[in-house]
């Protein structure tokens, strides 16, 4: 070994001793402080992160929708099972449960997305996508590395471990709403709290962000089937131009928001979807719109779905046409409001600030984009934050879901080393539940 990894791991030795002594009382607010930055170190060794970014790369060459990530989800076991950690599977088809600690009370879960997305890779790059149509546009290979890096930390440290951690390999965030499936699984039946990040090439290498309270929008996709009666373009008066129909219904969308919605209650209503007609000279008998709506609280939603409906409907009847709408929310579930357990994102502070030095802990505003994280939220207390990893050196960072999006591998030891130090000090400072909780266990999986 050489002597620089030598010295690494002689630092780290030294920074665990006080940690590693057995004590009868609880750590004191000193070595509490120690453990985000031991973690970051531990992280941060040559053979821990090479081994991060060999586990994202394989991830990133084979990318897997939602619910078919069975590949990917091999190779979580797998490495698991290297690990010594005990796991369930399936879960959710394609979701892996890992635990970590004694299996008892408290527990608290950590969780990473698992699904690519149906996208042609526009990097040129060693170990770009080999399957046409299908990439990580969105840093979920990331989000995995992180997790299964989380996973080394705390079965290294499991000394340290109070309670239980759960590791939360999650399928079909991207409109798949796996989310949802996890929780019908059971896979949160008696965790206290959960914890989930996700990369940022918006914000620069270094910081974290994140906010209290609503910090992504509630969402549902719909579709809708305007029909009329087609014929030549010459002959207009003979027809119902379902075309004209669809027009008049899109801009009377957009009138829910700037004449309907509160101005401080941020609602959007998109259409990207618009298909009708195969040539220049004839009217179709139908057009199919579709798109999405967001809000950031339950009612503003309901109220967006009921209009949505109301307008397509009786204006495509304006017209002399008809209309069907659809939400699809077995193929779609809409995605609640995200929110941020306020004692949680107090949690997360601490942590990122005794990490990372308070300065590169930010707020942030609160961004209209979803996540399926926030079925979690209406479960249990849950916190989800932003990992910066844009460093302009390394290349040009695209927002997520661009063909030409990339990962700067150097964010992966501070995902892996906060979502381990979050989960660990929250079991050594744990108190609430204790009592509710007693005789409840996960040794099942």
Known sequence: MPLHSWL??????????????????????????????????YAKHPEVFDWMVDVRRKIHENPELGFEEFETSKLIRAELDRLGISYEYPVAITGVVGLIGNGNPPFVAIRADMDALALQEGVEWEHKSKVPGKMHACGHDAHVAMLLGA????????????????????????????????????VLDNVDAIFGLHVSSRHPFGMVISKPGPILAASGFFEAVIGGKGGHAALPQHTIDPILAASNIIVSLQHLVSREADPLDSQVVTIAKFQGGGAFNVIPDSV??????????????????????????KQANVQRCNATV??????????????????LYKHFQTIAGDMLGTKNVLDMQPLMGTEDFGFYGEVIPGLFYFVGMRNETVGKFDQGHSPYYIVNEDVLPYGAALQASIATRYLLEYSPKSTSTKGHSHDEL
């Open 8 to 41: 690494n791991l002689i630092l780290i030795f030294h920074l665990l001793i006080p940690l590693l002594i057995p004590s009868s009382s609880s750590p004191n607010p000193d070595e509490l402080s120690q453990i985000p930055s031991i973690f970051l170190q």
């Open 151 to 186: 996973a080394k930390i705390l079965q290294q440290h499991r000394h340290l471990i109070q309670g239980t951690v759960v590791l939360v390999f999650q399928p079909a965030e991207e409109g798949g709403g796996g989310a949802k499936k996890m929780l019908e699984a059971g």
């Open 288 to 313: 199919t719109i579709g798109g999405t709506f967001r809000a950031f609280s339950k009612e503003s939603f309901i109220q967006l779905k009921q209009r949505i409906v109301e307008v397509i409907t």
């Open 326 to 343: 659809e939400f699809n929310e077995d193929q779609k579930p809409f995605f609640p409001v995200t929110m941020n357990d306020q004692n």
